[in-house]
């Protein structure tokens, strides 16, 4: 769908989406329409009781006199109270709604009697992009397009009207560029086991160097020269080689340490040796959910240009069962000279990202390192989908992301770590065993990646349950919501670019 920016007038033909504040008050342009209409507008609204309340609607099709041959009148309770967020929930569920209309072109007029919060075309450019994430779909395997039931994408053509138009497209475009990353993020995740393997996903990763991205990727031969065997006898069982793809965009002024992205990118779970039970194993294609929040970001930050040095580092691996794979029993070397006792195959994830942050740390000297990961099934029982499970042994960067959080929607809530979840991953044959019991599974896969961060701030997102499968709401109707790319966007913009 193309979004446009275009001064208020009544369109010729399509939908006119106006907005009505609470009381149903309607501001310049729906006035008009009113008028030019002989009141149907308005004897419509009244006719449905309609109060101007926010999420209500009043859909007029065959409207005469206006132009537009439907009406779309959507209530937006207060203007003065809707934030960044708020208008991009509005403009993902007008989106929702267009998409249930034929019609090929559509117009909203953003107006308001009252005064916003924000610039009037800041809140358009907000509506395009709550519009643009609203209306993503994945159908590349889909042979028949665009068959009846399937409208989503809605109208081919949508303007936005508002009195400062140049000025809203101008505002729009890293807002697009955020909405982009999101997109990529959820392509990565929908895509299926046999299409997206560790090599596929570290060509596509290569492919971001037209965004801007420096890109390295590292083979098995070059991380087992590091000394990553860790990460490496993850995909020991599988037919496709391991990578550690390094995004860097160096945006920033030079003296400032970089902020650093780390992901879990495991592009199939099996539970290798340690087998998952069959029901639901599907979703495992969406164990790379942190990676592709990373890759997201990555290209997010470099298309819009962010004042900021990021490095983005994606674990790609395949667990697979296999008579060369990994067994439970089996001790392995890390990057960091720390020895692991692997006593569940499944806990791999927290395999891969123990030498990606020990590399991370050591090769960039980050203010701060983030990892994403659909670690564990724990933190889907603790937390649902409503909040990724957030791991910290920083106050501030804790404080900082939640946040960012509650202004972009994508939540956070802190878990706890100390000394005695520490304790529960001691082995009894190696500096430390790969799980540690029924209890407090989340914590303890937590307490595993500390024992490899030292002391840089460190937050680590436990998106088990937001990542995939992720929630429906006005601005996300895909399996892969694409959930971070907007919250780590945020925390960025908010305190790390141009300092
Ligand atoms: N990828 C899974 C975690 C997961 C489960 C993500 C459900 C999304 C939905 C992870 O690799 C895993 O298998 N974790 C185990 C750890 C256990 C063996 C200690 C788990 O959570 O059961
Ligand atoms: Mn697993
Ligand atoms: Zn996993």
Known sequence: ?????????????????????????????????????????????KSA??????????????????????????????AGELTEKALEFLGGAIAGRLQAH???????????????????????????????????????YKSKKNDAKDQAGGPQNLTILTADHLKARKSFEPLNAIAEGVHLARDLVNEPPNILHPEEFARRIKGLSKSGLKIEVLGEAQMNKLGMETLVAVGHGSERESKLAIMKWMGGPKSQKPVAFVGKGVTFDTGGISLKPGAGMGDMKGDMGGAACVTGLMHALAARKAKVNAIGIVGLVENMPDGRAQRPGDIVNSMSGQTIEVLNTDAEGRLVLADALWYTQKRFKPQFMVDLATLTGAILIALGKEHAG?????????????????STGETVWRMPLGAAYDKMI?????????????????????????????????????????????KKNAINQSWGGGWGVRLLNQLVADHYEGK
């Open 49 to 78: 009781g309609f109060e101007g309340k926010k999420d209500t609607f009043v859909d007029i099709p065959g409207v005469s006199g206006v132009g537009a041959d439907r009406v779309l009148i959507v209530g937006i309770g207060e």
């Open 1 to 45: 769908m193309k979004i446009k920016f275009a001064r208020p007038a009544l369109p010729r033909r399509g939908t006119l989406v106006l907005l009505a504040e609470k009381g149903a008050k309607l501001a310049k342009l729906a006035h008009s329409a009113d008028a030019a209409s002989g009141d149907q507008l308005s004897r419509a609204m």
């Open 426 to 470: 001691d082995s009894d044959f190696a500096d430390m065993k790969n799980i540690g019991g029924r209890e407090a599974g989340s914590t303890t896969a937590a307490q595993f990646l500390q024992r490899f961060v030292n002391d840089v701030p460190w937050v680590h997102l436990d998106v088990a349950g937001t990542a995939m499968g992720s």
């Open 390 to 406: 957030l791991f910290s042994n920083s106050d501030e960067l804790s404080e900082r992301i939640s946040a960012a959080g509650h």
């Open 102 to 140: 034929k019609g090929t072109e559509a117009a909203i007029a953003l107006e308001s009697t009252s005064k916003l919060k924000i610039s009037e075309s800041d809140a358009a450019a907000r509506l395009g992009s709550g519009i643009s994430l609203r209306t993503y779909r994945f159908d590349p």
